[in-house]
């Protein structure tokens, strides 16, 4: 779809491509003509752009948010690229996972090799009502789709196509692993960490840059995700009583506090397993993602807002 | 089904009638005999019971919180009342709301009084979608006789029979009364209102005194009250997508803020209404709960552990 | 007073008017002579201002937060409109009640309407020791005229003249229709709406800009209130102590926990009722104001940082 | 007025003599016959007493917390003195300061040294304003006949008869050491010392026990100290406007944080001096007087709840 | 060293055997005699004990918390054993480690497996530095045969002998299974793992049941065993001393948060993964035992204090 | 070393001299060459720089936080002084405390003075084993030297030159005046005063503004100074256990709750006085420094963010 990256532009190059509109305002100029500016992205970057003529026709033909394509011309303006833009139109199809990771950037490990973890945690479980749990959610290609090329989060972590689930199946295969160690139910344990992020398909939306719905900000993922299994143990038979309400109460309580967003505090075994990999997960790897991007020098990071902290990347020896 | 109740209770009197178990437990007696102390109650106490005989076979016939039949004398023993206890039984029968009320305390407002406000408060809304989760509602016969009887906390505010319809109702009111005073959406202050604390008739269970259910105490009537919502909103047709996020949003967020259980604060007015109110009214019943019970003089009523205050009866005039 | 308003300000139109000085600074232009820039307010808006020649002389004639008359042309600037002032003096006369409501927003209720209101509310109560408060309070005659047009806050909620009449008139309305759904004392109820916040006529001041007296930021409204009360309480005879002990607790209690700002919880019920319907009215409006300034797009609020979340618009039907 | 304490209580000793009555209730006998059981204080102990005989008419002459004559004779019950009583009734006088001695423990500084080092530290202040404020507090016998005997505490620190006046004094003394290191003004801190406690003059009250008057609970020491300030101010002439919200500011911010009861922090350097040193002192004599009464071994305290810690006592060398 | 334990002592047997002292105290019988009562314990349980004759001739003889040779016969009072002591005097040896296990609960895993577990972690790392460290620790025979067998904590987790070693080195197995899954040095963690909570061989005591020693209460174990480090390092040539610091870092922010005893918070990856995986292994561990001790009833645990929850022991399938 | 301080810049002057780089940047000018821009500081304050040509051979001879000799010419750019630098290099000698002061602001108070203060308080110990203490850190030149010259704080309080001792100093005068006011030991309260904050030495560092050391962000300064009081304390003959472990836990202590960095609350007497008194002078040293630089007019400073508040300056009489 896409042929020109941001990160390829070079100066007075003709650009007519693919981009999503993060930024749109329209200006008066000094001599009274309206014009707007832009900024547009793909997963390389993103480009401010300038629309000179025509700005009300233009304008009226897109939104924040779209895919639009572009015709312009790329200019030095300040020391930076600029698109002189001549052209745009909102582009009204829906992007396939395949496409959208020309926009977005995604997971380093492979589509298909997560997917495979993934089914094969699901069919190593024992306990029948589990399994059953996953073929249910395999009739909801809807939900499966997404769950397999969303990211886990906005920007603090695995903030990438396909993050949600690396982060899932990592979770799964550390919680396996922890197990016997400390005596819990390995089927649990996987169904658990497959399950617990699942409401982020609804909470988040993957359009213009990650971000949230209208039902994300009103309820959150926890509670989204607790109606979907909800759902999904209803057309189930004879699926036990207390092993749903444990799962709701896994995914309730991940988040480990009150303060942190769990109503209720892990209250099992499992549910205290998950707790606390999903925060180390979560952790580490948002932290490896502060170290990529903002270092104040060679050792220490900038100070990270949400963490509350600077990070220290321990020298090579 | 009672005849004869706790404060009742006089010395040599022959009590053979229902009690519901409270505390159950077995010792040894000096002479090496087996023993049982037991304490039954009604709406009205409880009083201590003692099985000297036969402890073994008739400690096999029930359990704590089992309602049960008692034979029985009453002696005095330190200056307070006892059971002596020959023959005591399980009685497995489910009681019926109008049975419950020889065991509970219930409020003071007639059950067909407060019926009879809640349907017209139904009724009297314009929002054709918010009448129709009340019909939906209407179906669920289970849902809504338990909605009608039980306590609206185990000992916080409202502890009594019907507390929980008596408490929605007085919400609805008074957010009724101040829609016009706040540019506030009527229909849905109401409908927050009648169904916030819906997920208690699946958090509480009342059998041998309110207490707890298993699925209450791992999720809370929060969570329960949402797939509650949600169950309910499926069954309708055309039921606004934003209308059900903002009607679960306000049960969500009722309790104001994530220390107190609601992940999400308030977000829009009526949400807003609704946690102050709830509030307002959980907490004047509860002290006025608190000064009826508890006085430490005439003024000052002891310490509230929970609401961690001391409160102070303003003199009569 | 005023002829033009900054929102009617046009190009090269000649401006000789009252403005409020909310910004003043001296600097040194490239060619080594001193200019000042200004920032000028009236109650529509405001507008920078700059003054080329005698900046020296001219600076010497009024200070920031002054009522100034200036002289001066507009002119366009970068897109933006710039007053180029060739004459500006203080005005040193003390503006009436309703001269600064030309330069400040106003309340939408009419002053007559709520005044009307707080007189209906003050001869309704039944109490005579309350009733003799409010004859006292209409003995200070410079306290009641700032509580008659005074803003409710600098910027959370009410901020605009009469703001303050406004929510204690509406807190004082809620709180009467209550009270007989609360047991709770009517007259006390309504007292307490009125009083609450009547330290904000000495905590806030109203001059260029409303702001914090040395007092107000030194004590606050509760203590400054309370003060107030206790003085007023001195000069009626008879005037029975717990009353005036509860009267004081009110205000003392009323941000209901030590954190906001209040060193006695609620400790009767009707300061819990206050507590409550103080927060909502305030929350309420607080957050309709964020709604009517700071919407990020259709539905949602930018981020508030006080009350730490964004706000939903819900869609109109 | 005592002749016998309760730690020099001997079995089988006649005991006629005055008492606090701490705690009173009313029971019933195996025989169904009426008694009492009370607790006595004075300033030495308490000791355990029973009315066998006339219980209900002896009753009725006395309350909890008045001071009692009482006829009676000791006697060992389970290892313990009680006292048998047979003759119990109110005195009602009003307890004079050097009686009150008798009945509760005092600061260990003479009375006469503690109010000589009073009027030494109002007398060398230079600032007249100052001085004329304690000229004032001079005209209220009441007030500083209480100031001048009052504990400082129920129950944390310097809780004696005389410990406001010592704890006072002790701040102040401290207060001007440390002036000239910090750079505050010496006058100012004398004053914020002497005066930032004498809220409590009103907040606690002395009979049967120290404890909290109603108008104590409700408004709490430092709003009660700021409203006599206020009034002993206004009695001054040309009292200046700034120096009185700084009196007040030094009592309302004392106690630091709003959630240690003080609604604004410090905002001057004498504030926080006071702060400071207020604490030290407070902690510092608190600890030592738990060092007194709770040790767990020699060297360790019990927890002490309220500081929530256990505390170290050093080894002699 | 004992031959008969708590556990098996029956009504009338002559009990001669070594206890620990967890209780004494002295009192005066009715006849005016002196009686002691003392708590005895070994690993198996505690048993009350009564010296009625020569009360303070033994009373001399020994302290709390001695290990003690008793002389005793066992008799029924009030339906429990008691011990009714003749000769009771103090054993003045050390406790070798084999003979503490009569005396205290012991770690499920035998001490030569846990052991060879950690020897075989040690000699498992690449990194000679490290390797080094635990060389040095080895010189240590105080320090480590302390640490071979002390418990983890005084009752929270891991609360018996060889406790520390268990969860030290169960930590160490999991974090190196998680090593290659977050990109981390595993011998960083393996080191971090067996260090973290060195300073417990200090911190603890253990004599007459766990404690802590003066310099614990004062100092902590993580300060206590950031010195030790310091002290082993320092022995040790060229030491890289980025690897000191990040060594004591991750002993110092292991808890995780200020509030949790960690002025710093962990600021590398290895320090992220040690704190989520001790307080994993430390909750699990200590909830797991609560569930051992402390079931209200089939499924619930009695609420933790600590962990300010219930817990829900998953129901067998 | 230095000449020509920043304050004394003039326009067109000739500008060889030594400054510290505080900020360095390179870009790229619209003519597609390279340039860099530099803030350059001494004690008196920082100037802008450009490096017009050779950016990249010039660039690569200093990095930020270097000492550098720098040759320039001052010019006026949009109303600021800037100066055009030639020529720039790296000096590479260590600053002798005394070249240090050219760069950075230092205290009021004389250095031989603070020393012979420091002298003296520590020969007027009677304690031998303090003195010992003392006479260890005498041998330690390279801590002694930094002790002398290192400010206390990079930025809160007594942020300059000679800032730690001027503290530490002023702490151990005002703790010795206490010491008879509150029954405390007098060496304890001076060595604790004396040595609370020495671990910055190492966790602060004094190059190119001052800042924190990689050990001192993994560490803190509490940590650090313990570890040196360890190592100086293992030196000495015959030091008291107990004595060590007070000190150490004085030190660990003075941050007063574990919010604050202090994972142990003071738990002895004079670790109390230690930590109010270092509250008291850090606060008000802080806010001082706060109101030299700060004042948003006469009368009131700018809100401080760490603090949480904004300062009162009362006005001169």
New interface residues.
């Given amino acids: 779809m896409k042929r020109l990256f941001v990160k390829d532009l070079t100066r007075d190059a003709e650009v007519n491509d693919y981009f999503i509109v993060v930024r749109k305002g329209t200006?008066?100029?000094?001599n009274n003509t309206k014009y707007m500016t832009l900024l547009l992205k793909d997963r390389t970057g993103s480009v401010e752009a300038r629309v000179w003529e025509k700005a009300d026709e233009l304008g009226a033909l897109f939104d924040r948010n779209d895919l639009v394509y572009v015709e312009s011309k790329a200019r030095?303006y300040?020391?930076t690229l600029q698109l002189n833009v001549t052209s745009i139109r909102k582009v009204d199809q829906e992007l396939a996972p395949d496409e959208l990771k020309e926009f977005y950037p995604e997971s380093s490990a492979a589509s298909g090799e997560l997917q495979k973890s993934f089914y094969d945690l699901v069919s190593g479980m024992k306990n029948p009502h589990l399994r059953a749990l996953f073929d249910q959610l395999g009739k909801r290609k809807d939900l499966l789709e997404k769950f397999f090329y969303f990211p886990a989060s906005v920007g603090i972590h695995h903030a990438y196509l396909r993050g949600l689930l690396e982060h899932s199946v990592?979770l799964a295969?550390?919680a396996k692993?922890?197990a016997p160690?400390?005596?819990?139910?390995e089927d649990?344990l996987v169904t658990g960490s497959l399950v617990h992020d699942i409401g982020k398909v609804e909470e988040l939306k993957v359009k213009g840059g990650f971000g949230y719905s209208?039902?994300g900000?009103?309820?959150?993922h926890?509670?989204i995700g607790?109606?979907m299994c909800?759902?999904l143990i209803a057309a189930i038979d004879d699926f036990?009583?207390?092993l749903g309400?444990?799962i709701?109460?896994i995914i309730?309580s991940h988040h480990g506090e009150?303060?942190?967003?769990?109503?209720?505090?892990p209250?099992?075994?499992?549910a205290?397993?998950i707790h606390?990999?999903d925060?180390?997960?979560a952790?580490?790897v948002g932290?490896?993602e502060h170290m990529q991007e903002n270092m104040d020098d060679e050792?220490?990071t900038q100070y990270h807002k949400l963490?509350?902290?600077?990070?220290?990347?321990?020298?090579e020896?």
């Fill in positions: 200006y008066l100029s000094k030095m300040q020391e990592n295969v550390m692993g922890i160690l400390t005596g819990t139910d649990l209208d039902k900000r009103l309820l959150g926890i509670t607790i109606m909800d759902g036990p009583v207390y309400d444990v709701k109460h309730l009150a303060e942190w967003g769990s109503p209720k505090k209250m099992c075994l499992e205290l397993v606390y990999l925060n180390l997960d952790k580490v932290v490896r050792t220490w963490f509350e902290s600077r990070y220290y990347k321990i020298p020896r």
